[in-house]
């Protein structure tokens, strides 16, 4: 058996091997998912073949496990790096005694990028990554959730951990929620003060290195590349729609931004909140506002060293994320700057929105 780089000729077998681990259980995917692999690895702007997806081919030339790479730059202190993040980790049932996942992974961890990530790792990826040298990035591991009507996101949220009980309230959560209405106002966020707009790429650049002065870690983003993640991530509508405000204070100084998928009547994800620490308070003001305008009931997002104490003060609830975010570097003074928090790493530098599993594909 050997390991060697993704081509786009193995696209078919290592579809057929997704659909068939990771989605419906059929050997037979969807006309559409070879089509969505060959973008999301072969043609997005970082796509580098020095940090190749990998396969596991058999000694019959079979694809029996696969892992696909993406890629991002980033600067730090200055520095570009190249770091990668890892997704779509699957080996077929029949091999799984042969430790082709780990094995995968560990080839994978060998290559020439600064940095590795994942954000979307089970348990058991977590202990084949942390046996490989890898570490687990706890404070990224913690889960926020801001509710404007509890008992409607009660029943989203718990749909997944007690469907029973979720099936029961959902149907009367929204009385629930109008006859509770003295919590209702106490959750209702107060009106944000100074201004908010649409954050374009051309915005998100121009404001990148004051918006994230002090870290030593941050996207290194241009107008095209940034576009490009954007529309992609606007893609996956099974999140809700995407919104990205650009929030000014009073005085039209930049207090930072936000982005978020919002779901009118359920619960909101929470992909990026960049500000400066003194102003990360004003722009969460924007965001619940924002949030609780367009229907959402809950958001959901991901902690950041720098939300710890605003959130605080706002209504918000820490809980264990579903995924474990992990990180694996050569790099002390990499691994520094993410563990201690001076690094702009979010969800919309990994891999957690990606639709591989929500499209239909047909």
């Known amino acids: 058996m050997t390991i060697r780089p993704l081509q786009r000729s193995d696209l078919g077998q290592v579809t057929s091997l997704y659909e068939h681990v990771s989605r419906s259980g059929s050997r037979t995917p969807p006309p559409g998912l070879d089509r969505y692999f060959e973008q999301s690895f072969f043609e997005q702007p970082w796509a580098d073949p020095q940090i190749p997806s990998l396969v596991y081919v058999d000694g019959d030339e079979a694809i029996v496990g696969f892992i696909g790479s993406s890629v991002r730059p980033l600067d730090f202190e200055g520095e570009t790096i190249r770091m990668a993040f890892s997704t779509q980790l699957v080996a077929d049932p029949s091999v799984r005694k042969r430790a082709v996942g780990a094995f995968l992974l560990k080839a994978y961890l060998a290559g020439p990028q600064d940095m590795t990530i994942t954000?979307?790792?089970?348990?058991?990826?977590?202990?084949?990554?942390?046996?490989?040298?890898?570490?687990?990035?706890?404070?990224?591991?913690?889960?926020?959730?801001?509710?404007?009507?509890?008992?409607?996101?009660?029943?989203?949220?718990?749909?997944?951990?007690?469907?029973?009980?979720?099936?029961?309230?959902?149907?009367?959560?929204?009385?629930?929620?109008?006859?509770?209405?003295?919590?209702?106002?106490?959750?209702?966020?107060?009106?944000?003060?100074?201004?908010?707009?649409?954050?374009?790429?051309?915005?998100?650049?121009?404001?990148?290195?004051?918006?994230?002065?002090?870290?030593?870690?941050?996207?290194?983003?241009?107008?095209?590349?940034?576009?490009?993640?954007?529309?992609?991530?606007?893609?996956?509508?099974s999140h809700g729609t995407l919104v990205r405000r650009l929030v000014r204070h009073e005085t039209g100084e930049v207090a930072g931004w936000f982005v978020y998928y919002a779901k009118r009547g359920g619960v909101g994800q929470v992909l990026q909140i960049a500000a400066p620490e003194r102003t990360v308070g004003p722009v969460l003001d924007h965001l619940f506002h924002d949030a609780e305008s367009r229907g959402v009931t809950a958001l959901r997002g991901r902690m950041e060293a720098h939300l710890r104490e605003p959130l605080s003060t706002r209504g918000c609830y820490l809980r264990r994320s579903d995924a474990w975010a992990l990180i694996h570097s050569s790099r002390g003074d990499v691994l520094h700057a993410v563990h201690s928090g001076r690094a702009l790493l979010t969800r919309l530098e990994g891999g957690w929105w990606m639709g591989h599993h929500l499209f239909p594909f047909d």
């Open 119 to 237: 954000d979307e790792a089970s348990d058991e990826v977590r202990r084949m990554w942390e046996g490989l040298g890898g570490e687990t990035v706890h404070l990224a591991c913690i889960g926020w959730i801001r509710p404007f009507r509890p008992w409607i996101a009660a029943a989203e949220l718990g749909a997944r951990t007690r469907p029973g009980l979720a099936r029961t309230l959902r149907p009367i959560a929204p009385a629930l929620d109008a006859a509770t209405r003295v919590l209702a106002s106490r959750l209702a966020p107060d009106k944000p003060r100074g201004t908010s707009e649409e954050l374009t790429p051309a915005l998100l650049v121009e404001h990148l290195p004051e918006v994230a002065k002090g870290r030593r870690l941050r996207p290194a983003y241009d107008e095209s590349t940034v576009g490009w993640l954007l529309r992609e991530v606007e893609a996956v509508k």
